[in-house]
């Protein structure tokens, strides 16, 4: 059986997409999503497996293929649906999982034939049993069979060229410790927080394509004796890494050492809000402690911080945008992420917005964090986007940039690892990036170039000294690459009150027939078109 794997593209920017970085280096994109190619992994070997990427490959609508599958974030729940919507009109039955079908799965079964609610590791064989036989199911509920995570096979690498990213994913852990209102995290994978072997995590990063990558997990350090663990193995490792953990590691000394030598090179931080009371109403309690410290210790030690910041909170102002930008300053923060508040399914926060009519999303892509679709108090939509932006140009200004790194490369060792490339790349992505900031137009990014690059020295490598002028230049493009949007037309999303209970309480594929009405009727197996694909190329017609 074939089966294709499409990993939908995002109709418009987003922080993370890096394009300018990945173009530089001569990659098609900046990061693969770690979960298909550890879906094709799942699959049993008889199987033929093709991964496809729809940011710059072509579907094959027409190609023959038996099933395909679909994955993707709710912003990416538009595509993903147009995807197998077309798939489904040539007679291909299409499987979809991932946040979205496991947060929304009735709006999902609308444009697929089952659904995989939660993790795929103790449902996804079963599910292909099923399909061979005609009788796949509508719904398979991995959020009633979660993995211990102790017999996760590692991502099928092989079936992605290494050329085409930058950054390869590695998951070490699943869930978080702590259960903020705007995330969904406890709801797509429980309440318990699960660790993987060691030895296993080791492995996967040794079969890697590339030197750089990022931890895909919520909060690396939600168990603090695996995380030493697994940091003392990886030390000396000639790899960089980034992650996503809570402040807290600001204040363990010893952690940030050990992660400092396994070759940490940034850590992905939530600090969402200054206003004391908002981080209350958030949930997040350990943000009570001290940021400016935090960044501090982390930085000191080497390590860059991106800083992640929510606006449009009821605690927010419009002097908020300019008090984040002058603490950024002031605390010399690397990075910065900036998001708007809204509430997406499996949030605490959607059913409470809901409940006092102010939720206001006109579109799914709408919830990419760069949208105003909860209503504020005092400020109107346009007021808090038009604040997003500015406060994106202000801290990703040359100047801005040039006064925190200078400041941050004075002090602690910045001693980090860039990525494995041969000779002949390294000399043409040296020249293309020294020209990208010496090139005339613009002396504010030549004063950014040179003040990094007279940092080099017996404390700063030249492989700092490179990530710096990478990330900064892919960061400010972005920032600067960001225009108002059309007020939004039509009517707001309707959202069902399934939404709005955790997932574990959800009934859903344990009473029945889903009751969903689909404009093409679902194919619970092979269609007579891939069954004759599947002869054909078994008899190699």
Same mark, same amino acid.
């Given at each position: 059986?074939? @089966? ?27 990061? +693969? ?9 799942? $699959? ?29 974030? $709710? ?7 147009? /995807? ?10 299409? #499987?979809?999982?991932? %946040? ?6 009735? =709006? $999902? ?5 089952? #659904? ?88 996967? /990063? ?60 940034? /850590? ?29 210790? @982390? ?20 002097? $908020? ?81 040039? =006064? ?16 494995? +490339? ?29 003040? @990094?690059?007279?940092?080099?020295g017996r404390r700063v490598n030249l492989d700092t000294v490179v990530n710096i002028l990478l990330m900064a230049r892919a960061f400010h493009d972005f920032a600067h690459a960001l225009e108002p949007r059309p007020a939004p037309a039509g009517d707001p999303i309707v959202f069902r009150p399934e939404y709005m209970v955790p997932v574990d309480e959800q009934v859903i594929g ?10 093409? %009727? ?20």
């Amino acid at each position: 059986m074939k @089966i294709k794997l499409i990993t939908p593209r995002f109709g418009g920017r987003h922080f993370w997409d890096l394009a300018g970085l990945a173009e530089l280096l001569g990659r098609r994109a900046n990061n +693969l999503q770690l979960a298909l190619p550890t879906v094709a992994a799942l $699959t049993p070997p008889e199987h033929e497996v093709v991964l496809v990427d729809d940011r710059f490959e072509d579907l094959g609508l027409d190609e023959p293929v038996d099933l395909v599958g679909v994955t993707g974030m $709710t912003c990416y729940a538009p595509r993903a649906f147009a /995807i197998a919507d077309a798939f489904r009109a040539r007679g291909v039955p299409v #499987v979809m999982g991932g %946040p979205h079908a496991t947060l929304a799965p009735y =709006e $999902t079964l609308e444009h697929v034939d089952a #659904v995989v609610i939660g993790e795929a590791e103790n449902v996804w064989p079963q599910l292909l049993e099923d399909f061979e036989a005609g009788r796949m199911k509508e719904v398979y509920r991995g959020v009633d069979a979660r993995s211990d995570l102790t017999c996760r096979p590692p991502p099928r690498w092989g079936l992605v060229p290494a050329t085409d990213y930058v950054f390869f994913g590695v998951e070490a852990t699943r869930g978080c410790p702590f259960d903020c209102s705007f995330c969904s995290i406890k709801q797509i994978y429980g309440p318990a927080y699960r660790t993987r072997p060691v030895d296993d995590v080791l492995a996967e /990063i040794a079969a890697a394509p590339g030197n750089q990558l990022f931890f895909t997990d919520d909060n690396l350090i939600g168990n603090k004796r695996f995380a030493k663990d697994l940091f003392t193995a990886l030390d000396g490792a000639d790899i960089s890494w980034g992650c996503q953990m809570s402040i807290n590691v600001g204040f363990m000394p010893d952690m940030l050492q050990r992660m400092k030598r396994a070759g940490c090179f940034f /850590i992905f931080v939530g600090f969402e809000t200054l206003d004391d009371d908002a981080v209350e109403a958030m949930g997040k309690k350990v943000n009570r402690l001290d940021y400016r410290q935090a960044i501090a210790n @982390i930085q000191g030690a080497g390590i860059h911080v991106v800083g992640s910041f929510i606006v449009g909170t009821d605690h927010d102002d419009p002097t $908020t945008f300019a008090r984040i930008a002058d603490f950024v300053q002031l605390s010399r923060l690397s990075f910065v992420m900036v998001n708007i508040l809204n509430s997406p399914p499996g949030t605490r926060l959607l059913a409470d917005m809901e409940e006092q009519g102010r939720n206001r999303v006109y579109g799914y892509e709408e919830l990419d964090g760069a949208h105003a679709t909860v209503t504020h108090p005092t400020m109107s939509r346009d007021e808090i986007e038009a604040g997003f932006r500015w406060l994106y140009r202000e801290v990703y200004g040359w100047d801005a940039m040039r =006064e925190r790194f200078t400041a941050s490369l004075a002090e602690g060792t910045w001693q980090q690892n860039s990525m494995t +490339l041969s000779a002949r790349e390294t000399v043409r992505i040296g020249a293309a990036l020294v020209w990208s900031y010496l090139r005339p137009g613009d002396p504010a990014r030549r004063r950014f170039f040179w003040a @990094i690059v007279r940092r080099l020295g017996r404390r700063v490598n030249l492989d700092t000294v490179v990530n710096i002028l990478l990330m900064a230049r892919a960061f400010h493009d972005f920032a600067h690459a960001l225009e108002p949007r059309p007020a939004p037309a039509g009517d707001p999303i309707v959202f069902r009150p399934e939404y709005m209970v955790p997932v574990d309480e959800q009934v859903i594929g344990r009473d029945g027939d889903t009751g969903v009405v689909r404009a093409i %009727p679902r194919m619970p197996g092979p269609s007579d078109r891939t069954a004759r694909a599947t002869r054909d190329r078994a008899t190699g017609r």
